[in-house]
């Protein structure tokens, strides 16, 4: 119990961080003067927000499978319990994994998240 708060204050406060970063107002004024200097020394800076987006769609891809996968645990998992006609071994064994799809689950919506604002920072700092 004591990790899993240890871990979602971990994760608030990461977060809390990263929305300070996207509105201080200093930090993209900072980024856009880089950008400005980069420009006018011959660099491309376009780029940048295509890796992002490339980023930020891939990451989004691999979530999306993840969450596929749960979906599919919990309907193997259901069907293994429904089948299971009494035998308890079975029907722990189902319980088991769903269990373990929904930690997976949490798992994959933390990293959603962190992702999210991860990226969300860096694109601001292209606009």
């Known amino acids: 119990m004591k990790k899993i708060i240890i871990t979602l204050l971990l994760?608030?406060?990461l977060s809390t961080s990263l929305c300070f970063a996207q509105t201080n107002p200093s930090l993209k004024d900072a980024?856009?003067?880089v950008e400005e200097?980069?420009?006018d020394a011959g660099y491309q800076t376009s780029q940048d927000a295509n890796l992002i987006d490339t980023i930020g769609g891939l990451i989004s891809f691999v979530l999306s499978v993840l969450g596929i996968i749960f979906v599919l645990l919990i309907i193997y998992s259901g069907f293994i319990?429904?089948?299971a006609g009494?035998?308890?071994k079975k029907v722990t064994e189902?319980?088991?994994t769903i269990k373990q799809a929904i930690i997976g689950l949490v798992i994959v919506l933390a990293a959603y998240v962190l992702s999210y604002f991860i990226i969300e920072?860096?694109?601001i700092f292209t606009d």
Do not use: V
């Open 86 to 88: 009494g035998e308890e």
């Open 31 to 33: 980024f856009n003067n």
């Open 81 to 83: 319990w429904m089948i």
């Open 121 to 123: 920072t860096f694109s």
């Open 94 to 96: 189902a319980k088991d």
């Open 11 to 13: 994760l608030f406060s």
């Open 37 to 39: 200097i980069s420009e």
